[in-house]
């Protein structure tokens, strides 16, 4: 006799098991320096006693695939069928305004040229006090990523659009101390860090690279973000900093000739002669961004072939594979949510160049592939502070499989995907936009002390969704949900996703919906989605 379908008999020999979810198994992954023996097994599964019976729903997609892109319609299914907004608290307008006086005030340091990379208002290992300044500091200075331009050009676009004179003064000290300095001159590419005025290669993340050298991922993120500054400041002053832009053409051709055979950027130049010294990785693809940049700035094309022959190799290498890997230098290579970013970028810097429609289904195919790490319900948090003010997940992206907190770099999508909606009329993006700045405009302090420290405006980059990741602890020994400090890079991602293309064409005061997105978007030139 068969058993009634979806009812699993057990008798005194025989025993079934069904995972939902995952175990942490045969470890505790917590994050890739901390790894911990297997917990007990009591605190996951359920057990059936002898003629005990479970009742569960799977759904189960049978659908032909070419490659792994397949998977794209079933996560927006999945997005539909269980999509809750982040809590609703906040505006853009407020959000600017709160994070970027908080940095201003609390993160510069004057004579340091730039922000700190932490911020502390209790006491935290490693941390230092500097006089005259209220709170304690970790510097971590770098060119770009965490700490340097990651930082400095967001706060520049917020001075600009509050009208902050002082404010901008401080990002421009940053940036410009940054161009001016930051370049090798044995090999003309910029050093990705800097500690007290001395530039290196040597940054936090070091001692986890196979080979030392400049990071193409910093590299191009250094010099995109340089023209980002160059932008900002014509299009709001009239300001031409011809002398920023005569470095940054002096890089970008360097950066060319790094490619290989395929059209990948390096992973690692080399410190010496800047030649290509490790590849196989997707990190190198802001190189690229940086070039299609520049190409869509200044009008020069000359290396428009070896960058659609670049863009090309990184879509079919990686983004067709759904599997980007080797961006941040923290993850060791791991497939991660953050070099997707630099690609989206390219793209679409490359459409605005040749016009090719081909250009905004890969930006499409990107959207897809970041959101495939980013959250489209509210995950239950059990653990102060997070569950205590109410944070959502929703909005939010996993940063990689080897550190999978929620951060908020993601955020700078928030321009992109504006960008996109200017021509195609797709909601699903549309929905996934509103996501993403309703999270940003609720994952900081909006009151001082909201989550535990700080004033308000201050916010980390770390937030544990889940068990799993939490590390950080109160000074009783309970565990802390997230990090419990100002972060001005952390901060810099929201703001440079409402700063933008978002600040131009919707309502500063108000949480958008997908409505009032495709209402704002008036220069649909073609239907998708």
Not at 15 to 20: K, L, Q, R
Not at 62 to 88: G, K, M, S
Not at 109 to 136: N, R, T
Request: proline share 5%; aromatic share 12%; net charge negative.
């Amino acid at each position: 006799m068969l058993p009634t379908p979806g009812i699993v008999p057990c008798d005194d020999h025989a025993s079934v098991g069904v995972t939902i979810g995952y175990e942490n198994a045969p470890w505790l992954f917590v994050s890739s320096t901390d790894i911990r023996e297997r917990p007990d097994s009591a605190e996951g599964p359920i057990t059936l006693a002898p003629g005990g019976a479970a009742i569960m729903r799977l759904d189960i997609v049978d659908a032909p695939a070419r490659d792994e892109r397949a998977i794209i319609p079933v996560l927006e299914t999945v997005y539909r069928r269980f999509h809750e907004p982040p809590r609703q608290v906040g505006a853009p307008a407020r959000a600017i305004r709160d994070i970027a006086v908080a940095v201003d005030r609390d993160a510069w340091l004057e004579d340091e040229h730039m922000y700190a990379g932490f911020v502390f208002d209790h006491h935290s290992p490693g941390d230092e006090i500097i006089e005259g300044k209220p709170y304690m500091y970790r510097r971590l200075g770098s060119s770009s990523w965490t700490n340097g331009m990651a930082s400095a050009v967001p706060m520049l676009a917020s001075a600009w659009r509050l009208g902050d004179d002082a404010m901008r003064r401080h990002a421009l000290d940053g940036i410009e101390h940054i161009i001016q300095h930051c370049i090798n001159p044995t090999n003309g590419l910029p050093y990705t860090a800097v500690e007290h005025e001395r530039w290196s290669n040597r940054g936090w993340w070091f001692d986890g690279l196979s080979n030392p050298g400049h990071s193409g991922y910093l590299v191009g993120q250094t010099m995109y973000s340089a023209l980002r500054a160059w932008q900002i400041e014509r299009r709001f002053g009239g300001i031409d900093h011809s002398d920023w832009l005569k470095i940054i053409g002096n890089v970008i051709p360097r950066l060319a000739a790094g490619r290989n055979a395929v059209g990948e950027y390096p992973f690692v130049f080399d410190e010496m002669d800047g030649s290509g010294a490790e590849y196989e990785s997707f990190g190198g693809v802001w190189c690229l961004a940086a070039s299609a940049y520049w190409a869509l700035l200044t009008g020069d094309h000359s290396d428009l072939d070896g960058m659609l022959l670049s863009e090309r190799h990184y879509h079919d290498r990686y983004v067709a594979h759904m599997e980007c890997y080797g961006a941040p230098l923290d993850t060791s290579k791991a497939v991660d949510s953050e070099g997707i970013l630099g690609y989206i970028k390219a793209v679409g810097c490359l459409y605005a160049i040749t016009g090719d429609a081909m250009y905004l289904d890969r930006m499409r195919e990107a959207f897809a592939y970041e959101c495939s790490f980013r959250f489209c319900w509210n995950s239950p948090v059990g653990v102060p502070p997070l569950n205590e003010v109410g944070w959502s997940s929703c909005g939010g992206s996993v940063t990689s499989t080897s550190n999978a907190h929620i951060h908020p770099m993601s955020s700078v999508a928030i321009e992109d995907m504006v960008y996109y909606l200017r021509y195609r009329n797709d909601t699903y993006i549309a929905s996934r936009l509103c996501d993403a700045v309703g999270w940003s405009c609720q994952t900081y302090n909006l009151k001082d002390g909201e989550y535990g420290y700080g004033r308000v405006g201050w916010m980390s980059e770390r937030f544990c969704h889940c068990q799993g990741f939490l590390d950080e602890r109160y000074p009783d020994g309970s565990l802390c949900s997230t990090w419990r400090c100002l972060m001005p890079w952390a901060a810099g991602a929201i703001l440079d996703g409402l700063t933008g293309l978002y600040w131009d064409v919707m309502p500063h005061d108000e949480l958008p919906t997908v409505t009032m997105v495709s209402r704002a978007m008036g220069c649909v030139h073609d239907e998708k989605g």
